[in-house]
């Protein structure tokens, strides 16, 4: 009998797993990995960046936060096919949770779980908005009473944190906290360069 070909195979397997997680099988589920398995989960189940190393860490997660994450239709990723070499089958996957949709990779050994990673793409009412319900940018041809972009600008600055809120507010994002600081002083420096750079072609004294 031929071997079933990758997609069947990490098809199956989501299918028991989406099967044992829906219904709060936790052993079941754990039973789906491998001993020596990785789990890499960022912010999904978790809602921090961990990684369970072995099976006693990933039972323990789950006991943890099955109940409240409640995940569900676990599928290969829209437009991806699993591949396979040197014994082992990989695939991006997507599934959702209660209150979020999700995108992952995993990769079988054996035809267990031997890593898997879960990350949280979107939450559910709070899709970015692409396409057509993406804000506008430059706004093109005449309009009565239409605002200019200094304008909309010197609202925004007056109205957020205020009256309105920020779509979402980033801290640390740069990953130093001196970052900031260091981008606002390299513009600073090439602020003042371009401008000794300008007065020297013009030969005229700058301020001091």
Known sequence: MLDKAPNGKVS?????????????????AVDLFQTDCYWRDLVTFTWNIKTMEGKEQ??????????????????????EDASEADGITESWIQFETGVARGFGHMRLKDGRIWTLLTTMSELKGHEEPVGFDRPMGAKHGAERNRT?????????????????QPYCVIVGGGGSPAAPAQCADNHRRKKRKARRQLAQALQVALPA
Do not use: Q
């Not at 299918?15 to 079941?28: M, Y």
């Not at 990933?58 to 437009?79: C, E, F, H, Q």
């Not at 200019?148 to 309105?164: C, F, H, P």
């Open 58 to 79: 990933v039972r323990d997660m789950l006991k943890a936060r099955l109940a409240d994450t409640k995940p569900s239709n676990w599928r290969i990723a829209d437009g």
């Open 12 to 28: 199956d397997l989501l299918n028991a797993l989406d099967k044992a997680l829906s219904t709060g099988e936790v052993e079941h």
């Open 148 to 164: 200019t972009w200094k304008e909309d600008r010197e609202a925004e600055a007056t109205e957020l944190g205020y009256s309105r």
